[in-house]
């Protein structure tokens, strides 16, 4: 074959240390889903949806075939944490969490993670940050520890 070819949709979720409510503005959310969908877009890997609450992150994006997951989020949370600390005083302090979680999404079910993804708000008024990621990685078949996997 000539040429290399894909489509690898990933929905990645990540948090503030400590899932503290650094992002309760709704300006400041609104800056940092268009900064983040900026750098995946730096980084050919274009958002099919991005959106963060208080305290967390979600977003759904194709996957360069010439970059690492750990590469993106490297370069996603770095950038993104830098530019948030100029953003205001309150933000001086803040922090992603350390970890992530990155879960593959087919083809077929993107419009659904990507509507999952736009009603984050009326989601957790229902449920938690953490109740949800566990509900995610079950889906998933991934095992969390609760004395390992939060920071």
């Known amino acids: ?3 290399s070819h894909n489509n690898v949709l990933l929905h990645v979720v990540f948090s503030t240390k400590d899932r503290r409510p650094f992002l309760q503005d709704a300006e400041i959310r609104s800056k940092l889903n268009a900064y983040l969908v900026g750098i995946l877009k730096n980084l050919k890997c274009p958002s099919l949806a991005t959106n963060c609450v208080a305290d967390h992150v979600h977003t759904l994006f194709l996957i360069s075939r ?6 993106v989020m490297r370069d996603l949370k770095g950038s993104s944490s830098a ?6 005083p309150d933000l001086r302090r803040f922090q992603w969490q350390t970890g992530y979680g990155s879960f593959s999404v087919s083809e077929s079910l993107g419009s659904v993670v ?8 009326q989601h957790h ?21 609760d004395r390992y996997d939060w920071d």
């Open 1 to 3: 074959m000539a040429h």
């Open 66 to 71: 010439t970059i690492t997951i750990a590469d």
């Open 83 to 88: 530019w948030l600390k100029t953003q205001s």
């Open 114 to 121: 990507k509507k999952y993804i736009q009603i984050q708000e």
């Open 125 to 145: 008024k229902k449920m938690s940050f953490q109740d949800e990621y566990r509900k995610i990685c079950k889906l998933n078949g991934i095992v969390i520890d």
